[in-house]
């Protein structure tokens, strides 16, 4: 009797699902993770350096590559890593509420990217092994748009929804009215003493304080919610000296919480490292002075101010972050003190102070709006990580049924290991012995360097307040236009660039895609210096430079797929997209520390500067005429 051969299954039943788990961890792990450590207070400069290093498993994945073709078939590792990051995702989500959150999701984080690395290896290595030439060819275009939708619901989706989550848990939103009204008195000192007793000086509204002594459920009150400052000139001592009070007071009343690593804390309690003494803080020294936000501030500082407290009406049982933004009205009036305001049963019956400033060049009476807002951060982060490990236990589930099981995918002889590890190293020596392999390499790394560094910090740029140069959106607002509008248009343009080089091939078309991948990041450099509030224009924006990205991009994969040509060509693709990973990783790690130093208008100035060796090493690279061109 004929042994049982299993049923055939069509590649649309797993490939479809098969890429949605191969870009979904890496979204969340590379993208995702940036969100979320900025709203939960991790610093830009922690947060570059700390989630740039989450690369590394992307980078390192062709050395364990062998050792997945040797141990266990590629059908064994894909639904086992699933459920391993389905697992360590939940984990994350779990550990958010601990004080040592940013530690344990960091180490989470790196075993999810080795896991999401190992199923990359498995994935590819099973499409070629499941397919025949003709299905991979055709179902080459299917797997990159599955690819795109991961990111999708990981940059967009999952974003919106622990935005939604954020706005459904949080207090009731309350409205600052500010007032710039001629002739009003100016708040001369803060009476700290009389602070803490709950009254302002000068005084406020006659009907301040009257929501505090209301009995009801847990809110944030405003004293007072109408508040009228003079459009007055003052001195810059004046106004230094009060914002120095109101930020000293938000502090000793833990107000003000910067969560950055137990690692970073340390060296500075135990002593700065060579790079810091030696590099670090002599650059830092020269950038800070010349181009640093603290000499632009000081022209900002004569405007007048208005101070105003905010407090709980009762203890909240848990930490609750309060965001006073900017909603509509004159752009000429600014929050310039106490953008996040931590509230927990320590000090929820003190009042957090918040500092309104008027531009010193406003003259006339106008108006402004401010909303104040609150949520549950760690808790609408731990429900998307669930929805995350949801997830990922399907596919687990579902790839351990459905994926067919080719003859060929099968594990290596573990008794050969001393075999197959020279034959390993023999074909990393044929990579590195291809012609002009220098060039080669300097073009991998440095072709993204301006934009590893930009697509660190547009999150951050986003989110920010108005007072410290972001656009000051919400987590839901980025999901939508960094997410999800700004995925289709990066998609959209890889599209456009892929045809277009199958029409002329890539050589014809490699220049223009330099240009149109890197002017467009001037787009930001306009969103800093205008900070428009119109959604629309921010969004068209976004969209704009992700379309120039995307179709920039096509040169790289093109170029990528140019170099590993040859004998070896699965394995040294394999090796190129290590290098492609690198050339994110390092440029990103310290530029939150730069945006910090000289601020976001600055910053996107030096990302277009840092594009110049793009076209620099697309000098030096060889390339065939007829390379690309459709068949």
């Known amino acids: 009797m004929p ?17 949605l788990a191969q870009g979904l961890p890496f979204a969340v792990v590379n993208s995702v993770s940036v969100i979320m450590y900025k709203s939960l207070g991790v610093s830009n400069a922690d947060l570059a350096f700390y989630t740039a290093w989450l690369y590394l498993p992307w980078v390192i994945k062709p050395l364990w590559s ?52 190992t199923h990359d290896i498995a994935a590819d290595g099973f499409y070629m092994f499941a397919l025949n030439e003709k299905q991979q060819a055709f179902f080459v275009g299917i797997r990159s748009t599955f ?56 005084a406020v509204s006659p009907d ?31 106004v230094a000296a009060l914002l120095g009070v109101v930020k000293s007071w938000n502090t000793i009343n833990n107000f003000h919480r910067t969560r950055q690593s137990a690692g970073r804390a340390g060296q500075q309690q135990v002593g700065k490292s060579w790079w810091s003494r030696r590099v670090g803080a002599p650059l830092e020294n020269f950038l800070r002075p010349h181009f640093g936000r603290d000499a632009a501030a000081e022209s900002d500082l004569a405007g007048n101010l208005g101070v105003v407290t905010l407090r709980l009406t009762q203890p909240p049982g848990r930490e609750i972050v309060v965001t006073p933004a900017f909603v509509s009205g004159d752009k000429s009036v600014s929050l310039a003190e106490g953008a996040r305001l931590v509230f927990d049963d320590t000090n929820w019956n003190r009042p957090a102070l918040a500092v309104i ?5 406003l003259k006339a009476a106008t108006r402004a709006v401010f909303e104040v807002r609150s949520g549950n951060i760690p808790l609408s982060w731990t429900v998307t990580f669930l929805v995350l490990l949801g997830l990922f236990a399907l596919f687990g589930f579902w790839h351990k049924f459905i994926l067919p099981q080719p003859a060929g995918d099968q594990p290596g002889n573990a008794q050969d290991i001393p075999a197959f590890i020279k034959e390993f190293f023999k074909t990393f020596g044929a990579f590195f012995a291809k012609p002009r392999i220098l060039a080669l390499l300097l073009f991998l790394v440095l072709y993204r ?39 289709l248009a990066l998609t959209c343009g890889g599209l456009a660039g892929g045809f277009v080089a199958s029409k002329h091939g890539l050589k014809s078309w490699l220049w223009p895609m330099v240009i149109i991948m890197h002017l467009p990041d001037a787009m930001f450099i306009y969103l800093a210096s205008a900070q428009p509030d119109n959604f ?67 910053f996107f100035v030096w990302v277009i500067l840092a594009t110049i060796p793009s076209f620099l090493v697309v000098l030096l ?11």
């Not at 042994?3 to 890429?19: F, G, V």
């Not at 505090?212 to 004046?238: D, Y």
């Not at 400033?357 to 060049?361: A, G, I, S, V």
């Not at 590993?564 to 990103?588: N, Q, V, W």
Request: charged fraction near 15%; glycine fraction near 12%; aromatic fraction near 12%.
């Open 3 to 19: 042994a049982h051969q299993p049923t055939p299954r069509s590649p649309w039943a797993w490939i479809p699902t098969l890429y």
């Open 66 to 117: 062998p050792v997945v073709d040797i141990l266990r078939t590629r059908r064994w590792w894909i639904w086992t890593t699933q459920l391993l990051v389905g697992a360590g995702f939940a984990a994350v989500g779990l550990c958010l509420p601990l004080p040592i959150f940013f530690k344990a999701t960091l180490a989470l984080f790196y075993l999810v990217a080795f896991s999401s690395a």
């Open 147 to 202: 690819f795109r939708i991961s990111m999708i619901f990981g940059q967009g989706l999952l974003v919106i929804l622990a935005g939604g989550i954020q706005s459904q848990t949080g207090l009731p939103k309350v409205q600052i009215n500010v007032e710039a009204k001629p002739g009003v008195a100016l708040v001369e000192t803060l009476d700290l003493a009389q602070l803490s007793a709950g009254t302002l000086t000068p």
């Open 208 to 238: 301040a304080g009257a929501d505090r002594g209301r009995a009801g459920k847990l809110r944030v009150t405003v004293e007072p919610a109408q508040i009228q400052i003079a459009p007055q000139s003052r001195t810059k001592a004046e």
């Open 357 to 361: 400033q008027l531009d010193p060049k």
């Open 449 to 487: 360097f301006g934009e590893a560094q930009l697509m660190k910090l547009v999150t951050p740029f986003l989110l920010d307040a108005r007072e410290v140069g972001g656009l000051g959106l919400t987590i839901g607002q980025v999901g939508w236009v960094y997410g999800t509008i700004g995925i």
């Open 536 to 602: 629309v224009i921010i969004t068209l924006c976004v969209a704009v430079e992700q379309f120039g990205y995307g179709f920039g991009f096509t040169a790289y994969m093109l170029y990528m797929i140019y170099i590993a040509r040859g004998e070896h060509k699965t394995a040294h693709y394999a090796i190129c997209t290590g290098f492609m990973a690198l050339g994110m990783m390092l440029p990103g790690m310290w530029s939150g520390w730069l945006q910090e130093i000289i601020g976001y208008q600055h």
């Open 621 to 631: 690279v060889p390339l065939d005429r007829e390379f690309g061109k459709k068949g």
